[in-house]
Each structure stands twice: as structure tokens, then as C-alpha cells.
């Protein structure tokens, strides 16, 4: 049940080997921590009626410099609904430690549904890639050495933390707090 003055926030995710299905629960997580009404969903499982949320956030996987086809689908599919309400945008993927290092800007697609929706903003998390992996290219990469798990779970949960944050002090009015 949500509470009153709690935001309502869809955190929907297109993933192919569960990294960044791992992801959206985390920042499902911290945003119901931090006073949010939460729900994390595959993308593909989310309707395109968005209307019962006062924000979303959408991520998806990166592949050959792409975003995870269900992810795209869901920005199609809810695009003026998701470009009615607040809507954060987050992609994982790098193998290595460069999305903890510095700011790694959006690729092309997901730049163009930033700016399509009016998303309030984007980050791209570090990957996982393990033995587990499906597709021929993924256990390519894993058995040359270059997979690993190279997500910064305290990055993750800071970036859903600040936008808990922003959305609390929308509702709750400038200098207000939850609870106060």
C-alpha cells in the first residue's frame, strides 16, 4: 500500500544474462528504502500504460553498441506517457572499470530517447559477464579472459538515491523532508 506523499516509481529493464535485471533491483531497493512505492519489471512484462506511476526508470543492457531490444520497446510503446512524468535512463555494459571512473555519455539510441522523453537523466553502470552467458560472442569474451562482474554497487545505489531525493522534495515541497 503507498503511503501518503510516497512517489509511485517504475523501474523497468531490458537484460539478457541478468546484469542489469540485478541492476534494476538495486535501485528498485534503494528508492523503496528511501521512501518511494516501488515496482521492478522486465520491460517486455511492462504494458505501455505507465499512467499508475509518478516516475519511471528505464534501463537496458548494451550489445554491440546497442540497448536491449526490450528496453527500446517500452520507450516506443509508453513514449508520451514516459515523457509525461519524471524519467531517469541507465545502461550497463562496459568490461571494465571505465563507467566508475568517469561519465560515460548515453550511445546514440538511448541519446535520442533522452531527448525524445525529456529524461531528467542517464548513466551508464558497469557490466557482468560470466560463464553463465548466452550467445557465442558473450562466451567468446568470457573465454578470452575479458568478462567479470565490474559493477559499483555504491554508484548504483547513490544514483537511485539522488533520484529518490529529487522526487521526495517535488512532492513534499522545497525544504521539506519526509515526515516533516
Known amino acids: 500500500m503507498v503511503k501518503p506523499g510516497e512517489p509511485r ?4 529493464y531490458g537484460s539478457k544474462n541478468g546484469s542489469t535485471a540485478e541492476i534494476a533491483e538495486r535501485i528498485g531497493e ?7 512505492a516501488t515496482s521492478v519489471y522486465p520491460a517486455r512484462e511492462v ?4 499512467a499508475a506511476y509518478d516516475a519511471v526508470v528505464l534501463g537496458g543492457a548494451l550489445y554491440s553498441g546497442h540497448w536491449h531490444r ?4 517500452l520507450a ?5 506517457q514516459l515523457g509525461a512524468r519524471p524519467l531517469w535512463l541507465f545502461s550497463s555494459g562496459p568490461l571494465d572499470a571505465s563507467a566508475a571512473e568517469r561519465d560515460i555519455p548515453p550511445v546514440r539510441g538511448v541519446r ?3 531527448e525524445r522523453l525529456d529524461a531528467r537523466g542517464h548513466i551508464t553502470f558497469g557490466g557482468r559477464l560470466d560463464e ?6 558473450a562466451r567468446m569474451i568470457v573465454r578470452a579472459g575479458k568478462g567479470g562482474d565490474f559493477r559499483d554497487l555504491d554508484q548504483i545505489t547513490g544514483w537511485a538515491e ?6 521526495l522534495a517535488a512532492r513534499n515541497g522545497p525544504g521539506e523532508t519526509e515526515g516533516t
Open 76 to 80: 516506443r510503446r509508453a513514449g508520451p
Open 47 to 50: 504494458s505501455g500504460d505507465v
Open 112 to 114: 535520442r530517447v533522452a
Open 132 to 137: 553463465h552467458a548466452h550467445g557465442r560472442t
Open 70 to 73: 526490450d528496453a527500446r520497446r
Open 162 to 167: 539522488l533520484i529518490a531525493r529529487e522526487l
Open 9 to 12: 516509481v517504475l523501474v523497468a
Open 30 to 36: 534503494a528508492l523503496s528504502k528511501a521512501g518511494c
